[in-house]
């Protein structure tokens, strides 16, 4: 019987995946499109305890993402305070618990924003988020989340003029023969994008160059489904099976709901960039988990999308909701 069940689904899902496919052909688009459609906006929760030290004064958790590791699977939380800067690793079981608490930096880069993992690359940003002209972004592989490594493999400094030079929400992913990284400024005004070969990554003599930014306000949105851009906590990258490349804005929209919003982004040898709005998309909206404070994106195997979303701080027991 069991062997029958598994037979069914997997039909079923190489049915899903063909159908997905075939509305490629008409629209590249309409794959990822597709993928967004089908996220239910009523979340389903799930909640971790916690029984480590965090220093919830002066700031609140910023950005999640889902990794999975030797089958076993764990949360990643970024967070801000008065004193410091700081990521938490939460490992999902029969009991989920937060089982790492890790300081990235002190005063003044006490602002650790919306982040990103990509395989086992992991970019977060740090921001003086007082003065507001310097930032940091943190490249760091993963692998085993209950043995982290103790430095970063590639540090970007980034200073300004106030607001310009911070990183609130930042974005990477493997592609083709590159690596890419995209950082949003306060309230995401600018997009700047970076890139490395992948062979390159770690090494002391190379680092991500800048190689274009993109005024938001500048930006032509004659082709844009809306016009609407918003100041999104966390920006993700994401692909389809066709390689075509998007970036995930997630933020509150001022009216009690989350909001998903998709842009195709068109490069040119990913030296040139431009999006294009091709999807938005409203998600139910609650005080314990809103994308006001943190969200992240995570493709399955089988071609759907999640969106992970949590509450201000780390507390004795924490609820996150899973829209999928």
């Keep these: 019987m069991k062997k029958n069940i598994y037979y069914i689904f ?25 993928m967004a459609e089908r996220i239910d906006s009523i979340p389903s929760s799930i909640s971790f305890q916690n029984i480590l030290d965090v220093n919830n004064n002066g700031g609140h958790l910023q950005g999640i993402q889902y990794y999975k590791y030797n089958q076993k699977e764990y949360l990643f939380l970024s967070g801000s305070s008065d004193s410091n800067s700081y990521y938490a690793v939460v490992k999902m079981g029969v009991e989920n618990s937060v089982i790492s608490v890790n300081n990235i930096l002190p005063i003044p880069y006490k602002h650790a924003g919306g982040f990103q993992i990509s395989n086992n690359l992991m970019a977060i940003g740090v921001e003086d988020n007082s003065v507001r002209n310097k930032s940091k972004v943190f490249i760091y592989r993963i692998d085993d ?10 540090i970007i400094d980034r200073f300004g003029t106030i607001k310009r030079a911070t990183a609130g929400c930042v974005g990477i992913i493997e592609i083709g023969e590159f690596v890419l ?3 949003g400024d306060w309230d995401t005004k600018h997009l700047d994008f970076y890139k490395i070969k992948k062979e390159r990554v770690g090494f002391d003599d190379e680092t991500f160059e800048l190689v274009y930014s993109i005024n938001i306000a500048n930006i032509d949105r004659s ?8 100041s999104y906590q966390n920006i993700n990258f994401i692909r389809d099976y066709s390689d075509n490349l998007y970036l995930a804005g997630m933020a509150s929209n001022g009216n009690g709901k989350n ?3 998709l842009f195709r982004i068109e490069t040119e040898d990913f030296s040139t960039f431009n999006l294009r709005k091709i999807f938005s998309k409203q998600l139910n909206q609650s005080d314990e988990a809103n994308f006001d404070l ?9 071609g759907n999308l999640k969106i992970f979303s949590c509450g201000s701080h780390i507390q004795e027991v924490t609820r996150i909701n899973i829209f999928k």
């Excluded at 997997?10 to 597709?34: A, G, H, M, W, Y």
């Excluded at 989340?145 to 590639?154: A, G, N, R, T, Y």
């Excluded at 943190?294 to 089988?302: E, K």
Aim: aromatic fraction near 6%; include cysteine; glycine fraction near 4%.
């Design 259 to 261: 909001l998903l919003d």
């Design 181 to 183: 990284l995209v950082v």
């Design 10 to 34: 997997s039909i079923t899902r190489v049915l899903s995946l063909l159908l997905i496919f075939v509305k490629c052909d008409e629209n590249p688009d309409n794959q990822i499109i597709d």
């Design 145 to 154: 989340p209950e043995s982290l490594p103790k430095e970063p493999l590639e």
């Design 294 to 302: 943190a969200a992240g994106l995570y493709m399955t195997d089988g």
């Design 223 to 230: 082709d844009w489904i809306n016009d609407i851009w918003l």
